[in-house]
Every structure is written in structure tokens, then in C-alpha cells.
């Protein structure tokens, strides 16, 4: 069980990963039906798999590989 809620633990933890280098983004989707944490990667690295936990504040966090983002 989870004492804070996913948009609080998200907002918190957000701007540590945005100084990352190779994360583009983070948001909150869906894992096996369970609200988790997305954090959305430029590219795949083993530097930065280690630098993100699998979970945080209780909420399991979903790593996605998505190449750079660009605006449209």
C-alpha cells in the first residue's frame, strides 16, 4: 500500500531524472492495470537503468525506450 499519491511522488522525483542524461520525459501509465511511473528514455544505457529505481514512494516505475523527443 501507498502512502502518497503517484501525481505527488511523480512531481517530486521528476526533476531529479530530468538531470539525467538520456531521459526525455516521465508521466504516470498503466503497468499490469496498476498506476506506475513512466520514465521515457532517448536511448538504452546500463548507466542509466542504474541511476532509476524500480520503484519510488511505493509505485513501481516502467522504463520506456522512446528515441529523443521532438516537437511537432
Known amino acids: 500500500m ?3 499519491p503517484i501525481e505527488e511522488v511523480l512531481e517530486e ?3 531529479g531524472w530530468m538531470e ?3 531521459v526525455e520525459g516521465t508521466g504516470i ?3 499490469d492495470e496498476t498506476p ?3 520514465i521515457f528514455l532517448a536511448r538504452e544505457s ?3 537503468r542504474r541511476a532509476i529505481p524500480e520503484e519510488v514512494g511505493g509505485h513501481p516505475v516502467d ?8 516537437p511537432r
Do not use: Q, S
Open 13 to 15: 522525483h521528476t526533476p
Open 36 to 38: 506506475c511511473i513512466r
Open 29 to 31: 501509465g498503466l503497468c
Open 20 to 22: 539525467i542524461d538520456g
Open 46 to 48: 546500463e548507466e542509466i
Open 63 to 70: 522504463v520506456v525506450v522512446t528515441g529523443p523527443f521532438r
Open 2 to 4: 501507498t502512502e502518497r
